[in-house]
């Protein structure tokens, strides 16, 4: 199922995910907007916090997701082995919307903005945007997709995307 509307800006690739998905034990696949299985997300059941692997076509672990506890604000890692590659945070004060921002291992940061409950946002790099998330490219209910600009680490920006959707909609 192709995406109704193609962003003008970004020329990458575009993904397809299902709504409210992001259950502990529950495994799904990210989809290329042509329905080619691109990663698999593992939800590992029996945690004591949410956790998510992000996996490519063979089952080769990419990424993990953990949420981490006894946090101040909500707060989930994105690991890669034994390595923290980003922190994805929600705004500590937020009376209107939530607001979220992901540091990652090398010290520079992406800013998220827009209705991440309505799945209605886009993840920007130095006022770049890199990544936008939309529902409404697409006719299926519970479908949203996720163009992400060429050059940009796909799977991590995916991993965030779920991350975001598991701190939003907990």
Same mark, same amino acid.
């Given at each position: ?45 029996l945690r004591?916090?949410?956790?998510? %692997? ?7 672990e990419l990424?993990?997701? $953990?949420?981490? !506890? ?9 690991e890669r ?8 945070? !929600?705004?500590? %004060?937020?009376?209107?919307? $939530?607001?979220?921002? %992901? ?8 800013? %998220? ?15 770049? !945007? ?41």
């Open positions: 199922m192709a995406l109704l509307r193609r962003n003008k800006e970004l020329t990458g690739t575009r993904y397809q995910l299902r709504e409210k998905l992001f259950s502990i034990g529950d495994d799904f696949w990210i989809e290329t907007d042509e329905g080619r299985r691109a990663y698999k997300v593992n939800g590992k059941a004591i916090r949410s956790t998510f %692997v992000i996996e490519n076509q063979s089952g080769d990424l993990k997701i $953990q949420e981490k !506890k006894l946090s101040i604000r909500d707060a989930m890692r994105i082995g034994d390595t923290t590659v980003a922190t994805v945070k !929600k705004a500590l %004060v937020s009376p209107l919307r $939530q607001r979220f921002t %992901v540091e990652l291992d090398n010290g520079s940061e992406l800013k %998220v903005k827009g209705n991440i409950i309505d799945h209605e946002y886009e993840i920007e790099r130095d006022g770049t !945007k890199i990544a936008e998330v939309s529902k409404r490219w697409f006719r299926v209910r519970d479908t949203y997709g996720i163009e992400i600009a060429e050059g940009q680490n796909d799977a991590l920006i995916l991993a965030t995307t779920v991350c975001l959707d598991e701190m939003a909609h907990d």
